[in-house]
């Protein structure tokens, strides 16, 4: 079984920048995506960027230019670094990794950003 724990998360001003960070418990570690998706209170669950296997990158539109998504091997994480923080970038923000043996899930960190 393999365990996803996410951190990093917290409240910061907007404008303001904050670092998660997901560390992976299996070993050795070896993913075809890793991703970081989002949840705001009354809306569904959104992709925010992934990174694949062959370390090619997406963002959704809205994050674009503000975020960015990379992999460490040697320390089984996937880290976003998140600049220029907005009201609406407030959520809660889920690890996924895609892996040989399935689809699995973080517990998810609060991220709040206050106007």
């Known amino acids: 079984q393999v365990q996803l724990v996410e951190s990093g998360g917290g409240l910061v001003q907007a404008g303001g920048s904050l670092r998660l960070s997901c560390a992976a418990s299996a070993r050795p570690f070896s993913f075809y995506v890793m991703a970081w998706y989002r949840q705001a209170p009354g809306k569904q669950r959104e992709m925010v960027a992934r990174v694949s296997s062959d370390g090619s990158t997406n963002y959704a539109d809205s994050v674009k230019g503000r975020f960015t998504i990379s992999a460490d091997n040697a320390k089984n994480t996937v880290n976003l670094q998140m600049n220029s923080l907005k009201p609406e970038d407030t959520a809660v923000y889920y690890c996924?990794?895609?892996?040989?043996?399935?689809?699995?899930w973080g517990q998810g960190t609060q991220v709040t950003i206050s106007s």
């Open positions: 996924s990794a895609l892996l040989s043996t399935g689809t699995y």
